[in-house]
Nanobody, 117 residues
Framework: QVQVEESGGGLVQAGGSLRLSCAAS????????MGWYLRPGEDGEIVARY???????YYSDSVKGRFTISGDNAKKTIFLQMNNLTPKDTAVYYC???????????WGQGTQVTVSS
């Protein structure tokens, strides 16, 4: 079993920045994909994704150039640096951990990001 916990959400003015963190704990494998979504579930809207081994990344078109995803494999933790935020970025951001070998995914509870105009 894997537990996923997000942190770092909050209220910020347009043009500001926030940094989200997501930590996975429990029986975490060394081959995984972690990502941020705007809603949980199979039809979740992806924001950004980070995979290990290799540290590959993926971004949705709406956040390219503004958001940066990174990871600390030793701690099974990913970070989402969100810059130049706009009110359209307001949402609950959910973290997802995917075990590549067992093909099992786990969701966090979500963290609220609110951007005021």
């Amino acid at each position: 079993q894997v537990q996923v916990e997000e942190s770092g959400g909050g209220l910020v003015q347009a043009g500001g920045s926030l940094r989200l963190s997501c930590a996975a704990s429990g029986r975490t494998p060394n081959s995984y994909v972690m990502g941020w979504y705007l809603r949980p579930g199979e039809d979740g809207e992806i924001v950004a994704r980070y995979g290990w081994p290799g540290g590959f990344t993926y971004y949705s078109d709406s956040v390219k150039g503004r958001f940066t995803i990174s990871g600390d494999n030793a701690k099974k933790t990913i970070f989402l640096q969100m810059n130049n935020l706009t009110p359209k970025d307001t949402a609950v951001y959910y973290c997802h951990f995917y075990d590549v070998h067992s093909r099992t995914g786990y969701w966090g509870q979500g963290t609220q990001v609110t951007v005021s105009s």
